[in-house]
């Protein structure tokens, strides 16, 4: 039986590439193909700024594999990681730095929800779609959510992305206009772990392929566009067992309080990891806190991080931190965010948990999902 894998990686300036492999499979024990029975491949790293040319091999592991949705049966998609022939990883292979933390904390199961926002871009003008060649669109709002041809810009791309992703098998779990023509969003998870990163990125291509095939661009710069216009995050929403399901007999709450006070003790150290450009989106406007301040607050969408009005009303759930930028690694954020707030022992008092204006009684409640 023939097998078509195309593996999917990341090149050298972090743009995603792939190419076409057929496999024969022997079907002889009824054994269904999986991600074991992809085998290891390499291309050529001088061509992708990885290697030089007297020595370009780079070798490609299979990590992640989901059905191929831009073909028929037995066609793959297979997620790699990149490596040189003495088994190092490349310098921006940061897929097993997470597994190292995630490895360090098995048992708070850390979820997360991404929220990945994006411009779908005029390859002859260079501007987003719906914005007039030689003059600007009304000024940003009416976009958001928007229904219509005066205000829905890309939508057929955009949704054919999202059933793309769930026949893939991602999950996917919703897509909405933002509030820039051109602007979309879709959301990831929740996904456990070393998953949120591998599907995320799986469905990065998915809309790459989506896009080219509209012949349009897709823009995951931070701030694309000058002036009074929102730019692109990547919001990223995240709990831990303690956070939904409390522990030793405190409430979730306690835990996330917790959990957001360790990150506000290293907020330069996560700013260098949450993406490039990034100090051009947030400008403390724009629905953005300013790139060099930690804040934190109650459904506050200015903030660094935000916890919801539903977390505080059950006592437990999650919180979204907003600082990631559109183009960011999620290897780098999810593992950073779980380094930090739970495999690093930092002291926290119970007056840092407890000395904001965020930090209201809770209600104990069922547990919040993203």
Request: net charge negative.
């Amino acid at each position: 039986m023939k097998i078509v894998c195309e593996y999917v990686w990341l090149g050298g300036d972090n743009e995603l590439r792939s190419k076409t492999r057929v496999l024969n499979h022997t079907d002889s024990t009824n054994e269904i193909f999986s991600l074991e029975n992809v085998p290891s491949w390499n291309y050529d790293g001088s061509s992708t700024k990885q290697a030089l040319g007297n020595d370009s091999e780079v070798l490609l592991e299979p990590r992640a594999l989901f059905i191929n949705p831009f073909y028929g049966q037995n066609t793959f998609l297979v997620l790699c990681d990149t490596y040189r022939p003495d088994y190092k990883p490349l310098e921006n292979n940061h897929r097993p730095y997470a597994i190292e933390v995630f490895n360090k904390g098995l048992s708070e199961k850390p979820w997360y929800g991404i929220e990945q926002e994006y411009f779908l871009m005029n390859k002859e003008t260079g501007k987003p779609l719906g914005f007039p060649k030689d003059s600007n669109p009304n000024p940003q709002g009416q976009y958001y959510c928007g229904v219509g041809a005066q205000n829905s810009f890309g939508r057929k791309i955009a949704e054919e992305h999202m059933v793309f992703c769930l026949n893939a098998g991602i999950n996917i779990s919703g897509i909405n206009a933002e509030v820039a023509p051109g602007q979309w969003e879709y959301q990831v998870g929740p996904c456990l772990g070393i998953v949120s990163g591998d599907q995320l990125w799986m469905s990065r291509y998915i809309l790459e392929r989506v896009a080219e095939k509209n012949d349009v661009v897709v823009c995951w710069e931070p701030k694309p566009l000058k002036g009074d216009w929102n730019g692109s995050g990547c919001h990223t929403n995240y709990s831990t067992r303690s956070m939904r399901e409390g522990k030793d007999g405190k409430l979730g709450i306690y835990f996330i309080n917790e959990a957001i006070s360790k990150l506000s003790k290293k907020h330069e150290e996560h700013m260098k990891v949450y993406g490039t450009g990034n100090e051009e989106r947030m400008t403390g406007e724009h629905e953005t806190a300013d790139y060099n301040v930690f804040t934190h607050g109650k459904a506050n969408r200015g903030a660094s991080v935000r916890i919801g009005n539903d977390v505080y009303k059950n006592g437990k759930g999650y919180f979204e931190d907003g600082r990631p930028s559109s183009n960011m690694n999620p290897y780098l954020v999810t593992a950073k965010i779980f380094e930090t707030t739970v495999t690093n022992v930092t002291t926290v008092t119970d007056t840092e948990l407890y000395d904001s204006d965020t930090n209201m009684e809770p209600q104990p409640s069922d547990v919040c999902s993203f």
